[in-house]
């Protein structure tokens, strides 16, 4: 039984430039949520999608986006990337049944220069 | 002030001592409790969760909820080197989706 997957592992983009990342979530799950994990914090939420839509956000600027597909995986965009965007992006999966149960995956590393 | 607050550490002990982790919180409305372990360059792993209020064990893991001081715990029983990880604790209400995460405890466990 697979457990969460992100690609990709590492990212290095300039300043101003887009980025996506994807997440396919456990075997089973229907909910998706982002984290953003900066060096020496914890994770902070940045959204949750649920039946392709986004069910609740965090403290986050419109430059970050998502996206649900029908098979429940997911995808993050962030627009006009910032230096203060460097950080480790985490995927987690749950059952809408029970939220509580959230299962990460490895992360991708972005590095903005 | 934060949500969450949890002492970054880092916290070290000899192999076979007892640990303890502590979070303190704000928002009254936090019914579940969550503790995830984080090693090095991967995601966190969800150890335990408690509803509301009381204790839940699980193998050497005990976790402690005391709503009325806004105050959780982790108890490591005869801790190993391989415990050796960031420990963080997260909080969610009831009636949302957002969990929120304490800064992680860095533990460390000498041989």
């Known amino acids: 039984d697979a457990g969460v997957t992100q690609s990709p592992t590492h990212l290095i983009k300039t300043r101003g430039q887009q980025v996506t990342l994807r997440c396919s979530p456990k075997s089973g799950h229907d909910t998706v949520s982002w984290y953003q994990q900066a060096l020496g914090q914890g994770p902070q939420f940045i959204f949750q999608y649920y039946e392709e839509e986004e069910r609740q956000r965090g403290n986050f600027p419109d430059r970050f986006s998502g996206h649900q597909f029908p098979n429940y995986s997911s995808e993050l965009n962030v627009n006009a990337l910032l230096l203060g965007d460097s950080a480790l992006y985490l995927c987690a999966s749950s059952w809408t049944s029970n939220p509580t149960e959230q299962y990460f995956g490895p992360g991708t590393r972005l590095t903005v220069t | 002030q934060k949500e969450v607050e949890q002492d970054p550490g880092p916290l070290s002990v000899p192999e076979g001592a007892i640990v303890s982790l502590n979070c303190t919180y704000s928002?009254?409305?936090?019914?579940?409790f969550m503790w995830y372990r984080q090693y090095s360059r991967k995601g966190p792993e969800l150890l335990m969760y408690t509803y509301s209020s009381g204790n839940k064990e699980d193998g050497r893991f005990t976790a402690q909820v005391d709503k009325s001081s806004k105050y959780i715990s982790l108890f490591i029983r005869d801790s190993q080197p391989s415990d050796s990880a960031t420990y963080l604790c997260a909080m969610r209400d009831t009636g949302g989706f957002k969990t929120i995460f304490g800064a992680g405890t860095r533990l460390f466990v000498k041989a």
């Open positions: 928002n009254s409305a936090f019914q579940y």
